[in-house]
């Protein structure tokens, strides 16, 4: 930084920038660090970790194993959050990176191609697509999520559905779908009057 070099741990197995942190993984140790260098806190896991994110103030990782994992201070136990989820299990499967998503989900993308949105608070896939090859390389562009894998494909998951203010986004789903099923045919009909998002 600002032409100073500055060591910050050695035998490095991984690392990531995040935000305003520098995450790094040695031997059992995840170790986060701000942007100068400082050290900010020190994690022993005990397992192989492959990929960590901080979302929602908390730390998360993904094991050698594919699980994705929540990381306590103070604790070596680590809350397994694929166990609530709906995750397949097999090593194809394998999730094998995390990324902050919008408030209270993480992304993901798995050794199979399947990437999509995580939600920490009840362990859902809120959203998911299949890719052809594995998952190399990710990125969040505004509120897209861009995902390339090794033999070329890509996605682009657009993230603003959770983000937006919830009457806004409802007056959009009324404008492009305005049709209800009644007695087994599509209707068209104009949003509920006594609706809190029908005004406006």
């Not at 970790?49 to 990782?61: E, K, P």
């Not at 562009?141 to 998951?157: C, E, P």
Request: charged share 25%; glycine share 10%; aromatic share 8%.
């Amino acid at each position: 930084r600002d032409g100073e070099r500055k060591t910050i741990a050695r035998d490095i197995q991984n690392i990531s920038v995040v935000g305003q942190e520098i995450m790094s993984f040695t031997v059992d140790t995840l170790s986060v660090h701000d942007l100068s260098g400082k050290p900010v806190a020190s994690h022993e896991v005990g397992v192989n970790l492959t990929s960590f994110t901080r979302a929602d103030g908390d730390v998360f990782a993904v094991t050698f194993a594919g699980k994705v994992v929540r990381i306590t201070d103070g604790s070596k136990f680590l809350e397994d959050l694929s166990a609530r989820g709906r995750f397949v299990a097999g090593e194809e499967y394998r999730i094998s990176f995390i990324h902050p998503g919008p408030a209270g989900t993480i992304a993901f993308g798995s050794l199979n191609g399947d990437v999509g949105l995580f939600d920490l608070a009840s362990g859902s896939i809120l959203e998911t697509r299949r890719l052809n090859g594995r998952p190399v390389d990710w990125k969040l562009i505004g509120d897209r999520f861009v995902v390339t894998t090794l033999v070329g494909d890509s996605t682009v998951i657009d993230l603003s559905t959770y983000t937006r203010e919830y009457c806004d986004l409802l007056r959009e789903i009324w404008a492009e779908t305005p049709v209800v099923w009644t007695d087994g045919e599509a209707v068209v009909a104009t949003p509920p009057s006594d609706h809190v998002c029908s005004g406006g």
